[in-house]
């Protein structure tokens, strides 16, 4: 039955009144974290302490050089609290139009004070922290894009994970042997790719439940590359030392302050991602394709009644979302360290799907998103270097932190997330 | 002048169906050709024959005279035809624009050309009188301009052959006036179009020459001019049916459900009933009208207990039931036939018998205690069968194997055989063929002249104005008129439904000129 538009008495006084709490929520949460940044930091800093954040690439290769930014810590953190505590007066008394935004920029405010206070009396590497983000958000973000073109067809694509991580193996692999690393991506490509058929045989073709399907191909495929690690890749090193590949700074770009070292000097599967991540933009929301995916994702049987091949789009889609989950793989071995170890992708994949749904399915929020993950885990392990004097908290810690607080922002920047309608759902020609 | 269009002996088997058997069915150039039949008749399936959807066992196809194979959508899109199916197939999240492309897309380059289409949109639209606008999203439009939508798809794809599979079911009467008048405007630029209905009245009014269908055969063909409703619904179900009913003035007693300043949730969590009051008196049936979305379904899912209520009282039969239990409100005599039988109504899986005693089990005869008695529960499966006509091999079949007709009859049969002094029905007819609602109808009335209080929703206008005593609108959460069913007609109701106030009904639309009812049409 076609749905109506609901009565406009829907804000009746009931929702008002409900949408008043919940502004009234925000508005407390931001005082909280006013309080917060008070208590925590503010309290264990002393005056005439300084914060240095260095700006500029640590090797030597700088064109155009930053000052550092020097910040007095207990001011910086007053100005801060200040700051988030005045945010959540004016959301408790008026209210912001756009809270969402603002609950953004408070839990940003929230890590910048956490910055401040880490680094007091010392020094971080600001710019180091941005580098190693982008590199730690690159599998991430192959996985998000993996995702997008999976279920932007309405298939669900739990198999990332596994795809990466034989792409990860088949790329050290070939690359050892034959000593040409661009032969080990393509063959994690294909690879994974392999496991995309078969992940779109078994979810169109004979309608199995797309979870269990993708859970067969994550198990096969973390059994299959620890028995083959096991058995010939640990005893045989020839077959584990593929190489990596080289950092090339993009001549021009790589020199604009800031930016450049961040984003235009890495390798070359990262600039790899930047063009998937536009070219999946402008293919879903530009192109004749992109307009069937997304007809296909929502509605395959319109699509069908206008004569698009449902099977097919699904088909193309499955297998170069696989393929490009393969490209993430082989970040982890010959992007990165050079070899294979027994499950080496460490949950990448899934949070990659994560980052697809926070980024509400689109390219640029899926990169965005694997982003704010990948600046967690550089956040967390430049904090441990800062030692356990300067940051009296456990690692473990550390390590749920940068996440919780990503989880807070997307969940409220975001807000409630829509997948594709039919997403999951085997389609039956009648 | 050969024909656009000859179907010629179309059969098609489905397993233990004989879904269309030999059809024959030639459609003129600029007419409007009516395919009536009730549901289950074969309608559909034939269109969808046409459309490419399935295959025919036997038969062929000719188009201007020419024999043509069509083997799927893209075919039948090439040969010119085009379907508005019953189901929207319209992508919710996608532009206009982007909807009526799909599958036929502009690109430049590798680009798709938004603006050529919008474009060529906007002059189709102004052709025909299809006022929409290509940059909206289909989901933010009501339901009467999806059905523009769907329309423009088709003649965006330059089709001379306009399929509509029900085109109605989902319109108020003002929408399919205006669905009318742009169907009479493309068929005078000499569009063909095959309009699929088991509404008799539209039938008359709009088609040029209709053929009835009956199981899955051709009962008849003639043109709408030597027509009438009566001659047709016979043709239809295979035997003579009451077009009206003969219904004896109520006689209103006692009040028996009343609520008062109802406040109701929907699932979003919007206030879907905002400040409805209502009395319904024994004896009487009181219709609540109104477009789908309204409140309705809110409202009776707050009555029967089955969505609580934030605000307001009920009181049935004088005992306080606001927010009580589905089962405290069916012991106070409440009967309830629920919006959508299959979901709320029966549990598909379970036999016949079952579902006749799965709100009266735990009472003797069928219990004693903790121990049911299957026994009883067959014997009044038996009985009622009978009772209700229930068209079933055995009481013990799953209630999922019976047609729409036949279980809303069983429901009917739980609800009517034990003794109530209210009855709540919710689009009891929706989807049913003339036979069925004509059934149902005469038993409503029955319990009405037994001194039940009736709340009948229904988003049929005809029904409403044939049964109920009074009329209730329903607009926006509120009942925005009460009224005598004698001392308005139904485009005055209708004006309500759309949101004009009794005042401006009154004055606008035509007096009530017929005390005839018409309840099957």
């Keep these: ?430 | 002048m050969t024909p656009v269009l000859e179907l010629r002996n179309i059969t098609k088997r489905f397993p233990g169906v004989l879904a269309n058997d030999h059809i024959n069915l030639t459609l003129e150039e600029g007419e409007i050709h009516a395919l009536l039949g009730e549901n289950g008749a074969g309608k559909s399936t034939l269109m969808n024959i046409l459309y490419g959807l399935y295959h025919p066992d036997e038969g062929e196809i000719y188009i201007r005279g020419q024999r043509t194979q069509i083997n799927g959508p893209t075919d039948a899109i090439r040969q010119g035809i085009g379907m508005v199916h019953q189901h929207f197939m319209l992508v919710p999240v996608l532009t206009v624009t982007e909807n009526v492309m799909l599958g036929n897309e502009s690109v430049k380059g590798l680009v798709l050309d938004r603006k050529a289409v919008a474009a060529r949109i906007r002059e189709i639209s102004q052709r025909h009188g299809l006022e929409v606008d290509p940059d909206v999203r289909v989901e933010d439009l009501s339901v009467g301009v999806r059905q523009r939508v769907e329309i423009i798809k088709v003649l965006y794809r330059n089709a001379n052959i306009l399929i509509l599979d029900e085109p109605t079911a989902v319109l108020t009467p003002q929408e399919a006036d205006d669905l009318f008048e742009i169907l009479r405007s493309l068929r005078s630029q000499g569009v063909s179009i095959i309009f699929i209905s088991h509404k008799l009245r539209e039938v008359l009014a709009l088609a040029d020459r209709v053929t009835v269908i009956r199981r899955g055969r051709v009962v008849g063909e003639t043109p709408t001019k030597d027509a009438n409703q009566a001659m047709l619904a016979e043709m239809m179900v295979g035997r003579r049916v009451a077009l009206t009913v003969q219904k004896p003035p109520a006689k209103p007693g006692e009040v028996v459900l009343a609520f008062k300043n109802l406040k109701v949730l929907d699932n979003l969590m919007h206030l879907a009933v905002n400040g409805a009051s209502l009395e319904v008196r024994a004896g009487e049936i009181v219709g609540v009208a109104g477009v789908q979305g309204n409140g309705q379904t809110e409202l009776v899912e707050a009555l029967t207990g089955l969505r609580p209520v934030q605000d307001g009282t009920i009181t049935i039969a004088g005992k306080d039931v606001t927010n009580a239990s589905p089962r405290v409100i069916t012991e106070c005599g409440v009967a309830h036939i629920p919006e959508d039988r299959q979901e709320d109504g029966l549990v598909l899986p379970f036999p016949i018998h079952d579902n006749l005693v799965i709100n009266t089990f735990y009472h003797p005869p069928f219990a004693n205690g903790w121990v049911v008695n299957h026994e009883a529960i067959r014997q009044q499966a038996e009985r009622l069968v009978q009772e209700f006509d229930v068209r079933t091999p055995s009481a013990a079949v799953p209630v999922a194997t019976l047609s729409g007709g036949n279980q809303q009859k069983v429901i009917v049969a739980r609800e009517m055989s034990r003794p109530i002094k209210l009855l709540i029905a919710n689009q009891p007819t929706r989807g049913l063929d003339v036979g069925s609602i004509e059934y149902i109808h005469r038993r409503i009335l029955e319990k009405r002249d037994q001194g039940v209080a009736v709340l009948l929703v229904s988003a049929e206008l005809d029904e409403i104005m044939g049964l109920a005593d009074r009329i209730a609108v329903m607009f926006k959460g509120k009942f925005t008129a009460v009224v005598d069913a004698d001392e308005v007609s139904k485009e005055q109701v209708g004006l309500m439904m759309a949101g004009s106030s009794l005042e401006e009904a009154l004055a606008h639309a035509p007096k009530p000129v017929s005390k005839e009812r018409e309840i099957v049409t």
């Excluded at chain 1, 699509?303 to 699904?314: P, Q, S, Y």
């Excluded at chain 1, 490009?324 to 294979?340: D, E, H």
């Excluded at chain 1, 550089?378 to 904090?383: D, R, W």
């Design chain 1, 1 to 430: 039955m076609a749905v109506t538009t609901a009565p406009a008495a829907a804000l009746g006084a009931y929702a008002a009144r409900r949408e008043r709490r919940k502004a009234i929520a925000y508005g407390v949460f931001f005082l909280l974290v006013a309080a917060a940044i008070f208590v925590l930091f503010v309290r264990n800093s002393a005056p005439g302490m300084e914060s240095t954040f260095k700006l500029n690439p640590a090797t030597r290769e700088r064109v155009i050089e930053v000052p550092d930014l020097v910040v007095p810590t207990r001011e910086t953190l007053l100005v801060l609290a200040g700051l988030a505590g005045l945010l959540g007066v004016y959301q408790v008394v008026r209210g912001f139009r756009r809270v969402v935004l603002v609950l953004g920029l408070v839990a940003l405010m929230f890590v910048a004070a956490f910055l401040v206070w880490a680094v007091r009396d010392k020094s971080i590497n600001l710019l180091g922290i941005f580098t190693f983000a982008v590199a730690a958000a690159t599998p991430i973000a192959f996985g998000a894009m993996s995702g997008v073109m999976c279920e932007r067809s309405g298939v669900i694509n739990i198999a990332i994970e596994g795809m990466m991580l034989t792409g990860a193996m088949m790329a050290v692999i070939v690359s050892s042997v034959t000593g040409q690393i661009w032969f080990g991506l393509l063959a994690a490509v294909l690879s994974a790719g392999v496991l995309g058929v078969f992940l779109a045989v078994m979810a169109i073709r004979f309608r199995v439940d797309q979870i269990i399907a993708g859970t067969a191909i994550n198990i096969f495929a973390l059994g299959i590359t620890s028995f083959i690690s096991q058995r010939f890749l640990q005893p045989i090193p020839a077959l584990n030392s593929g190489g990596v590949f080289p950092k090339v700074a993009i001549p021009g770009l790589s020199q604009v302050p800031l930016i450049g070292p961040i984003f235009f000097n890495q390798t070359p599967i990262v600039y790899l991602l930047f063009l998937t991540v536009i070219l999946i933009h402008f293919m879903l929301f530009y192109t004749r394709w992109g307009l069937r995916t997304r007809a296909v994702g929502e509605h395959p049987r319109a699509a069908d009644t206008l004569g698009v091949n449902v099977f097919k789009i699904r088909y193309v889609n499955v297998i170069i979302g696989a393929m490009i989950a393969g490209i993430g793989g082989a970040y982890f071995t010959i992007g990165s360290v050079g070899r294979f170890d027994e499950a080496i992708t460490a949950g990448k994949g899934f949070i990659g799907l994560a980052a697809m749904i926070f980024g509400r399915w689109t390219p640029f929020g899926g990169f965005g998103a694997a982003l704010i993950f990948g600046f967690s885990d550089a956040l967390q392990a430049k904090l441990q270097v800062l030692g356990k004097a300067q940051v009296p908290i456990p690692t473990e810690w550390l390590l749920i932190l940068p996440y919780l607080i990503t989880m807070i922002v997307l969940a409220g920047v975001v807000g409630r997330t829509v997948a594709p309608a039919a997403d999951g759902k085997p389609y039956v020609k009648e």
